[in-house]
């Protein structure tokens, strides 16, 4: 089913006429919609990093990627945090992927799919209202793309319970939960697929996200070990000054 993300968006930043939708909020719609194949491009950068390993190993052209939850209207620390970066980067001329993880979301107990729904709209308005422009980065919603449930899935093979277990922000996310949802348990596998699924090698975070940035690590060393090289090492952009914090 359509998320009308593309209207209200629109809506939220006062480009809606009775005239009818822009061609430029079209766009958008279109990159929330469909399957994201820029990431594909050939076009190698300067900064490409190269994997580890043998002579001829792949080289990777340098590429960002981000998501933030649709949790509720933004507030500054959302902008400090994360989203003035974004634009920064996305202005630099870096290849930018952003997405709004909607199905991090939905790992929370008894959450509301109507306030869901809304919220991924009012986040979609202010990506775009803070500069996020959908014609120099790939911004989409992360549940259009069945693509990270599956290399997901992939990923949860290679990944051990003790380590899931162990993981610094599952005892905070699951403190006072009589029962924890198996997708509590496995968020940080997802947040690993949404960042090897574009080969990004660089993922802005705060201090307090590196361990999920070492969890990507060693998933993409992992699957390369047994596979062959596919994924890029990614490497940490830390935010300087404040802390992304997950909700």
């Not at 480009?15 to 079209?26: K, Q």
């Not at 980067?89 to 790992?107: A, N, R, Y």
């Amino acid at each position: 089913m359509e998320v009308p993300v593309l209207a209200t968006a629109a809506r939220f930043t006062g480009v809606v006429h009775t005239l009818g939708v822009p061609a430029r909020f079209r766009a958008l719609r279109r990159y929330a919609r469909t399957f994201p194949r820029r990431f594909h491009s050939e076009e190698k950068s300067p900064a490409a990093q190269k994997s580890p390993g043998s002579k001829g190993a792949a080289v990777f052209p340098r590429k960002v990627f981000s998501g933030i939850q649709p949790t509720g209207v933004p507030h500054l620390g959302n902008y400090f945090g994360a989203i003035r970066q974004w634009a920064e980067l996305q202005d630099s001329g870096v290849e930018c992927v952003f997405s709004v993880v909607d199905l991090h979301s939905i790992t929370r107990p008894h959450y509301d799919p109507n306030v869901l729904r809304n919220n991924i709209e009012v986040m979609t308005a202010t990506l775009l209202a803070c500069g996020i422009d959908p014609e120099k980065s790939l911004l989409f919603l992360q549940s259009q793309v069945p693509e990270h449930g599956q290399l997901s899935w992939i990923l949860s093979c290679l990944h051990t319970t003790a380590r899931l277990q162990h993981f610094p922000q599952y005892k905070e996310k699951t403190a006072g939960l009589k029962e924890v949802p198996l997708g509590l348990y496995l968020y940080p596998v997802l947040q690993c697929a949404d960042v090897l699924l574009y080969k990004a090698t660089d993922v802005p975070v705060g201090h307090d996200q590196l361990p999920h940035i070492y969890l990507v690590q060693d998933a993409a060393e992992a699957f390369n070990k047994r596979f062959g090289t596919v994924f890029p090492r990614p490497e940490p952009l830390l935010v300087s000054g404040v802390a992304i914090q997950t909700p």
